[in-house]
């Protein structure tokens, strides 16, 4: 829970800062370190989604700008290598001739 610090050791450390600090201060300082790492933990996650938003609004810019060229060339090279059609007119022969 406290990562390396067993429960001795923070018996002994809580002892050490109750005789330090005496009993009246220590709830004060035990609130206003809980204040701070509050604070901190809410100025990091609005860095973290702050981050995550650019990173994301740059993704979107670098797919729009590789995607509208390719859209743009390849709509060019079609109607540049496109010739006119010079085949002749389709008739129906289907239907009876009448002379």
Known sequence: MFGPLGFQELLLILGI????????????????????????RRATNELKRTIEHEVDVEDRHQHNQTALPAKG????SQTATSEPSTTSPVT??????TT
């Not at 129906?92 to 001739?97: A, F, K, L, T």
């Open 73 to 76: 060339s390849s709509a060019s």
């Open 17 to 40: 800062a109750l005789l330090i600090f005496g009993p009246r201060k220590l709830p004060e300082i035990g609130r206003t370190i809980g204040r701070g790492m509050g604070e901190f």
């Open 92 to 97: 129906d022969d289907s239907s009876p001739e």
